[in-house]
């Protein structure tokens, strides 16, 4: 789909396999790799398990990753685009811009959800041998339980990959996720008629929410990133739940506030609003 050679082409069991291998592949250096304060929980676990020293960099007031905090030395750096859980995506152009900063740092681009409102930074790869961008067939593929991850990148960082993978982890795809995931790919109506589906009814929840006075924080994900001016999440994410509805509470600095609502069918989205409106003016 994105016309790069085989050899710009690295496949995992999982991109959380890709992420792990790149962070062992290209971030164990003495400078410290960047990331954003608010982001995928396991960037910092994998910096601890590998040994690699981190730099978190905070987001702004609205949770935007500003380009230019990333203009410092650095052994690397990685981030989600869109961002999680927040839901945020940066543009081409800023990506471009950063890696303008960083000619000598592998920039690991995760676009696990790029597809729900994004644009990839793939096309990039051509111009810039220090870029690798990881994506998934667990999210808008619907693959997620078979594990099947993916990395694009300059055959430089390929062969880095395919280093530590043979030397760490040798094991294949499972027989049963590579045909599936073909299969996946070959059929565009429907990977285009689902991710088109999750858009139309985020946006239609979107609003809903907004009309029972929640703040939210613009989405390219299939998820939304949201907060109640008077309703306490915690209690909202406790309540919910007693009612069946689970929803993602983080109970850290600046996000303590938040839930994170997944975008499901438009059956689970009206039980989940309806439910909802019930809570509010208990978790006050």
Same mark, same amino acid.
């Given at each position: ?56 960099? %905070? ?20 981030? %989600?685009? =869109? ?39 793939? =096309?990039?790869?051509?111009?810039? =041998? ?12 619907? &693959? ?34 590579? %045909? ?59 309540? &919910? ?11 850290? =600095? ?21 439910? &909802? ?8």
């Amino acid at each position: 789909n994105y016309g790069v050679a085989s050899e710009n082409l690295f496949v995992g069991n999982g991109s959380d396999e890709v992420l792990a291998l790149a962070f062992m592949a290209f971030f164990a250096q003495e400078r410290p790799i960047l990331f954003p304060d608010i982001t995928y929980s396991f960037y910092d676990v994998y910096c601890k398990l590998v040994g690699v020293d981190y730099q978190t960099i %905070p987001l702004t007031e609205l949770f935007e990753l500003q380009v230019s905090d990333y203009r410092r030395m650095n052994g690397g750096i990685i981030f %989600p685009n =869109p961002n999680a859980p927040t839901g945020h995506v940066v543009s081409l152009a800023e990506i471009e811009q950063l890696l303008q900063f960083n000619p000598d740092s592998v920039v690991v681009i995760d676009e696990a959800y790029i597809d729900f409102g994004g644009t990839t930074a793939v =096309p990039l790869i051509h111009r810039y =041998p220090n870029l690798l961008v990881a994506q998934t067939f667990s999210k808008s593929r619907s &693959l997620a339980g078979l594990r099947v991850g993916y990395a694009i990148g300059h055959a430089d960082l390929i062969e880095g990959l395919e280093r530590i993978k043979n030397s760490f982890n040798s094991y294949p795809l499972d027989r049963l996720a590579v %045909p599936a995931a073909i299969a996946a790919v070959a059929d565009s109506t429907y990977f285009e008629a689902v991710c088109q589906k999750i858009m139309a009814t985020r946006a239609w929840v979107e609003s809903r929410l907004r009309d029972l006075g929640f703040e939210l924080v613009p989405s390219a994900a299939n998820f939304i990133f949201i907060k109640h001016p008077r309703a306490n999440a915690q209690k909202l994410y406790l309540t &919910l739940k007693q009612q069946g509805v689970l929803v993602r509470y983080f109970d850290k =600095p600046r996000i303590n506030n938040h839930l994170r609502i997944t975008i499901g069918t438009d059956e689970e989205m009206t039980i989940f609003l309806a439910r &909802l409106v019930g809570c509010i003016e208990e978790c006050v």
